[in-house]
């Protein structure tokens, strides 16, 4: 089995975000899928979104935006968040994270084609071998059937001889021995 890097993790994360465009502002998400099997994260989240932020990947919410989102989340949302006391950073794709996702999206595309093209060539390779061996055998049936073209042309030439020339058949025979 291939173990999942933080990049693949980060993918994944990105690839969701970019399904929800252009409504895409988004709380945790990032954070969710950095987490090692949902247990626990595997680096300090706040960090690898300020990282993003500085490659311009993803863009944080000005503080308006962020009270105007957090006032469309349902109650219980809220409550659940001012109960664990975690601060919620919201952000969205930026334009090079959107670019980041649609280049991961075709390289997982890529890899696809590959393999689909392995599988293909091996089929062909299949056909190719089934060829040459139809071939061949076309090869000796079309020798078998000039043999029996020349035997049955021969044959003919014989019972022509022997009506021309009124030769008992064994006279001509016995000319061969």
């Known amino acids: 089995m291939v173990e999942e890097t933080t990049f693949d993790k980060l993918k994944k994360g990105l690839f969701e975000m970019l399904r929800?465009?252009?409504?895409?502002?988004y709380f945790g998400k990032i954070e969710y899928f950095l987490q090692d099997g949902g247990q626990s994260p595997l680096a300090d989240t706040e960090t690898a979104l300020k990282v993003l932020k500085k490659h311009d990947i993803i863009e944080f919410a000005s503080k308006e935006e962020e009270s105007k989102l957090t006032e469309q989340l349902p109650k219980e949302i809220r409550a659940q968040i001012k109960a664990s006391g975690k601060k919620v950073i919201w952000y969205r794709l930026a334009s090079k994270g959107i670019d980041l996702a649609v280049s991961l999206m075709n390289v997982d595309y890529s890899?696809?084609?590959?393999?689909?093209?392995?599988?293909?060539?091996k089929y062909q390779k299949e056909i190719l071998?089934?060829?040459?061996?139809?071939?061949?055998?076309?090869?000796?049936t079309q020798i078998l059937t000039i043999i029996m073209v020349v035997l049955t042309a021969g044959l003919f030439i014989v019972g022509i001889c022997q009506l021309f020339f009124k030769l008992p058949v064994i006279d001509i025979l016995s000319f061969f021995r």
Not at 20 to 25: E, L, R, T
Not at 113 to 121: D, K, R, V
Request: hydrophobic residues 15%; without cysteine.
């Open 111 to 121: 890899k696809k084609i590959t393999e689909y093209n392995e599988e293909l060539s």
């Open 129 to 140: 071998n089934y060829a040459r061996e139809t071939q061949e055998f076309n090869r000796r």
């Open 20 to 25: 929800g465009y252009p409504n895409y502002s």
